[in-house]
């Protein structure tokens, strides 16, 4: 178990070790320094000629957004079309079958919005060309979008007076040239040593000890894996995802990937105080999400570890901690610090089924994604953080009697109105969808919508409604990892949580961005004496006090009647 726990405090250190550097290379590719990779700008600058893309004309955030949403728009209908008529496209050796309308509705959905929920199994539901020329596309680009929206608005803190934010099409592009194809060239390097597939060829055959004959899918796996960590996208080639022995083969790729996970998200929060100068501004961002990630993280560890007090009563030994749904070859820590670092970021991936581990770790997973903003995806982590940045700084001034400032610039009421309906907007989602599908369930068992709502779960009381529960918060959070106990793959869950991913996506998007923008374009105040200091651990402290009072009003309810209570009647 020391060895265990040795693994996981490893992990993090890396993780951060390695953010810090990288948060300083972020800050120069964007402030417009000389980097090592300045080599990609030829290619950069053709792409945009044979875009017709001018990216020294410089956008106000409208243009920003309608960019935005234009291209991503695009993306859903070619990545419909093609799941629609998949069988009938190249690469698919395996030969397997288009999938049905609602369920390319969702997953079209679920990859563009970075969420990459899996209503299908990976190996069976998709082709090679869907997974490497959709799937692994749609990676690169989605977090990239994440990414130029963050860099929208920390252009927008940067200068004093301005409605020139820069170039979203420069700013999506170097995100991919500069900063996610390196990484993921590496992990995937790594991956690809280790024994994760990286062949055209179909199913392999083999006579197991028992004399079955044994067929196993396959594929070039490893580019997808690696940009499904790095850009905390999740979306795995096979239906186990980082489970399967061949999407993570052994503790060095648990490490590799893990640390992937949580890398970019981290690196980001160290790269707005290098871009803006203001490093002790970035440590006291990153001091707030690492307490709520730590105090997540001790929580789904211990309870991993110390194993399900029924089993205690009985008398039953545990000495691996409670191994149900786990992989031997990492151990109940391991498990459970990945399933925290998938759900505090918006990844998704699992090297574990969520649905076997203990309440109190579906409490922390839940959390974790219900606040949506200890780390968080890439680019759309800090978005979601900015707005408790707003509201912090707005109660502030409230309790200290003066006009609400935040970077130099005065936060009045049109921007609380935009920040308090995107606070609203994920638990609205959240509840609202868990409390109809709920209530379908209970008065409406024999209806048929391609499969009744009674076999809808396959578990009954406490947990069954945190599978419902655990599902739209997924979806809202644009994470995509699930509580497999819930027969997903219906007509009903394919488009409710379609709807949720799309607008649990765009909607927190739009909103930061357009507040920094108007911000932006205000006069700006200088500090004086009485001005809030939002450097310091004070400040922190009150951020940290909205993000937990926030969430806790809205989702403490729901959390009762779902795993919260299933704790307590293990007891």
Excluded at 251 to 275: Q, R, W
Excluded at 304 to 313: F, K, Q, T, Y
Excluded at 497 to 516: E, K, N, T
Aim: aromatic letters at 12%; proline letters at 4%.
């Amino acid at each position: 178990m020391n060895t265990e726990y040795s693994g996981i405090i490893l992990m993090y250190a890396a993780s951060v070790a390695l953010a810090i550097p990288l948060g300083k290379y972020i800050a120069k590719v964007f402030n417009g320094e000389k980097t090592w990779l300045n080599f990609m700008a030829p290619l950069e600058r053709l792409i945009f000629k044979l875009s017709g893309i001018d990216t020294n004309k410089e956008m106000n955030w409208k243009q920003h957004l309608k960019a935005l949403l234009t291209i991503n728009c695009l993306w859903l209908f070619y990545t419909f079309f093609c799941l629609l008529k998949q069988s009938h496209l190249p690469l698919n050796p395996d030969g397997n079958p288009d999938q049905t309308p609602d369920l390319a509705f969702n997953t079209a959905i679920s990859f563009i919005t970075n969420t990459n929920l899996q209503d299908y199994s990976g190996e069976t539901g998709a082709t090679y060309y869907t997974q490497l020329f959709v799937f692994t596309f749609l990676h690169f680009v989605s977090a990239a979008t994440g990414f130029a929206a963050m860099m929208v608005v920390f252009r927008a803190m940067k200068d004093k007076v301005t409605d020139k934010l820069g170039n979203f099409w420069d700013y999506f592009l170097k995100s991919i040239t500069r900063v996610l194809l390196p990484i993921s060239i590496v992990v995937a390097v790594i991956l690809a040593f280790n024994g994760t597939p990286t062949s055209y060829k179909g199913k392999d055959t083999f006579i197991s000890m028992q004399g079955d004959t044994v067929h196993v899918s396959r594929g070039p796996a490893a580019a997808m894996i690696a940009i499904k960590q790095v850009g905390t996208n999740g979306g795995g080639w096979f239906g186990a995802n980082s489970a399967h022995p061949l999407e993570n083969p052994n503790y060095l790729t648990n490490i590799v990937e893990n640390i992937s996970i949580i890398l970019l998200p981290i690196a980001l929060v160290f790269a707005l105080g290098f871009y803006l100068n203001k490093k002790k501004l970035a440590w006291v961002i990153f001091g707030v999400m690492t307490t709520g990630f730590l105090i997540l993280a001790y929580t789904s560890i211990n309870a991993e570890v110390g194993g399900s007090p029924a089993m205690a009563h009985l008398g039953v030994s545990q000495p691996g901690g409670a191994m149900e749904g786990k992989e031997v070859r990492f151990g109940a820590a391991a498990s459970a610090f990945w399933g925290v670092c998938t759900t505090v970021t918006s990844n998704g991936s699992v090297n574990a089924m969520h649905d076997s581990m203990m309440p109190m770790s579906g409490v922390a997973q839940m959390f974790d994604m219900m606040i949506n903003a200890f780390y968080g995806g890439v680019g759309v982590g800090y978005l979601n953080f900015y707005i408790f940045i707003i509201i912090a700084v707005f109660i502030s001034g409230l309790m200290v009697g003066r006009t609400p400032e935040f970077m130099g610039r005065k936060i009045e009421a049109r921007e609380m109105k935009i920040a308090s309906l995107i606070a609203l907007l994920h638990p609205f989602l959240i509840l609202v969808t868990t409390a109809i599908a709920s209530y379908i369930l209970v008065h409406f068992p024999t209806m048929n919508w391609a499969e009744k709502p009674s076999a809808w779960l396959n578990n009954p009381g406490f947990h069954g409604f945190s599978e419902i529960l655990y599902q739209f918060t997924s979806s809202s959070a644009n994470n995509g990892s699930g509580y497999e106990g819930l027969g997903d793959n219906s007509i009903f869950w394919n488009v409710s949580a379609g709807v949720v991913m799309f607008l649990g996506r765009f909607l927190p998007i739009i909103g930061p961005v357009a507040i920094a923008g108007i911000l932006a374009n205000k006069k700006f105040v200088p500090e004086s004496a009485g001005t809030l200091k939002t450097d310091t651990g004070t400040f922190g402290v009150m951020i940290l006090a909205v993000i937990i009072i926030v969430a806790a009003l809205s989702f403490f309810p729901a959390l009762t009647l779902g795993p919260i209570a299933e704790h307590f009647s293990l007891k």
